[in-house]
């Protein structure tokens, strides 16, 4: 079979036509250094339902520890989140049936510019500048404020569109308590971000079973350009987050949703909270599959450091983009690399 981008992952490991491993799907910038099987600290849990309906006390010690959590981590496990367990099956279900389609029915939906709000793709988006392959297929479609979806299964569309509200309440709510534990108001970043035609992203991943899965990446080292991520998967892990320069395996407990801090937080929070660096590598004998849902600020937004977060000690640490300018660059130019290092103000480098 001719390795080639255009070929998804999928087929590529399904024909198992592999005399030695291609050269061009083996990853060797962010060499595989072994995340810490043993940390000492795990990944903060944050229990929603404190933070919707707990007493006085309660939400304290969750705005609390949330805070600490973005500030420390930029990934945590949200639990008691009301997104239904069925609702995230029939999810897998779907995006299954998606990627089990024949490729020329796949194909249909392949993008052709960065910003089209369907697109079927290979290894990440705009690749072809690079050398290396990833080894993952994914599907990504705009959800919001309009909703897209691929017509094919049947039931994807309603099934995504039922997902994605009910990630946008929880979404809604988590940044009422970012907001507050950063000092500000409940409702400061839903208003200054324009939550209400915010823009979701919904991006399910496949990770076929990889032959040699200690050479091949998933999606390297990145950081994701909204303001909250949230990720599920089908219970394979693969999720690694930077902490003080190691690699941490994320283990998600049952039921939980991973979220993780997005560049527009850390513009808002003026560098308080950071932007979480994370990849998703392969290392398993079995498909993996992942669903990373994007929330961001509505696409006309200009985001800067919320003005409260600035003072004397304390400068503005990025200048203010449009939220759609930002992701243009991102994809178009940056091939989907952090864009973060261009709204930063250099003589303010933290
Ligand atoms: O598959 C994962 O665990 C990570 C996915 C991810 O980082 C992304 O889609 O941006
Ligand atoms: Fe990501």
């Known amino acids: 079979m001719a390795l080639t981008g255009a070929t998804s992952i999928k087929a590529i490991a399904e024909s198992g036509d592999f005399t030695s491993f291609p050269s061009n799907y083996t990853f060797t910038n962010d060499p595989h250094n072994e995340a ?9 849990i944050i229990d929603l339902s404190l933070l919707t309906s707990g007493s006085a006390d309660q939400r304290s010690k969750i705005i609390h520890d949330l805070g600490e959590a973005c500030q420390e981590w930029g990934v945590f496990m949200v639990i008691n989140h009301g997104v239904p367990e069925s609702l995230i099956g029939k999810m897998f279900d779907c995006c299954q049936q998606f990627f089990d389609l024949p490729e020329e029915e796949k194909k249909e939906f392949q993008g052709k510019h960065v910003l089209d709000p369907i697109r079927y793709g290979t290894s990440v ?43 946008h309440q929880v979404v809604r709510e988590l940044l009422k308590g970012v ?8 409702s400061y970043i839903d208003n200054a971000m324009n939550l209400e035609s915010g823009f979701q992203l919904l991006a399910a991943n496949l990770y076929p079973p990889c032959p040699k899965p200690e050479l091949a990446m998933g999606i390297p080292s990145h950081t994701d350009h909204g303001l909250l ?26 039921n939980s ?23 998703a590598v392969i290392k398993s004998e079995v498909a993996r599959m992942s669903l990373a849902l994007a929330n961001g ?49 250099s003589s303010n480098l933290k």
Request: proline share 7%; net charge negative.
């Open 229 to 254: 991520t949230i990720l599920i998967q089908n219970g394979v892990d693969g999720l690694q987050v930077l902490r003080k320069g190691k690699w941490v395996n994320v283990k998600p407990v049952p």
């Open 179 to 186: 907001s507050v534990s950063l000092g500000l108001e409940a």
């Open 36 to 44: 810490d099987p043993d940390p000492e600290e795990s990944i903060p």
């Open 297 to 345: 600020p509505s696409l006309d937004t200009v985001v800067t450091p919320a003005i409260e977060l600035v003072d004397e000690e304390n400068s503005a640490g990025y200048v203010g983009m449009k939220y759609k300018e930002y992701l243009e660059l991102l994809y178009s130019k940056l091939s989907g690399q952090s864009c973060l290092d261009h709204v930063r103000v």
């Open 125 to 167: 988006d705009n690749f072809s500048n690079g050398k290396v392959v990833f080894w993952r297929d994914f599907i990504k479609f705009f959800v919001h404020p309009e909703f897209y979806s691929p017509n094919k299964p049947p039931n994807f569309s309603d099934i995504s569109m039922e997902y994605s509200k009910g990630i």
């Open 257 to 279: 949703l991973v979220v993780n801090t997005g560049d527009h937080i850390e513009i808002l929070s003026n560098g308080k909270y950071k932007s979480a660096v994370h990849r």
